[in-house]
């Protein structure tokens, strides 16, 4: 899997295991992208740095040690959660 790809499926359940905690299958789903970005593409301390009315920014360090920040449109990480949840309240 591309990592591109695999961050952007890592967003997305890390914005719905924050919005419900309590959804196993969405933990699940988190730890199962965060394997993959581990294992395939060596990365580490992947969070969601910052995020702004269009963008969500996420921070990782690389193989060789280097932070790497990229930026995914907010709206399409977000789509998921809204399909399942409903609309979220706008925290930015």
Not at 27 to 40: K, M, N, V
Not at 64 to 71: D, L
Request: hydrophobic share 35%; charged share 30%.
């Amino acid at each position: 899997m591309r990592l591109t790809d695999t961050l952007f499926y890592w967003l997305q359940m890390k914005l719905m295991t924050d919005r419900r905690p309590e959804d196993e299958a969405a933990r699940a789903s988190l730890r199962y992208f965060a394997q993959i970005l581990s294992e395939d593409h060596g990365l580490q301390s992947i969070r969601v740095a910052s995020c702004d009315h269009s963008k969500i920014y996420v921070t990782y360090e690389d193989r060789e040690h280097a932070e790497q920040t990229v930026w995914f449109d907010r709206e399409a990480a977000e789509q998921l959660g809204n399909d399942l949840y409903g609309a979220a309240e706008d925290p930015a």
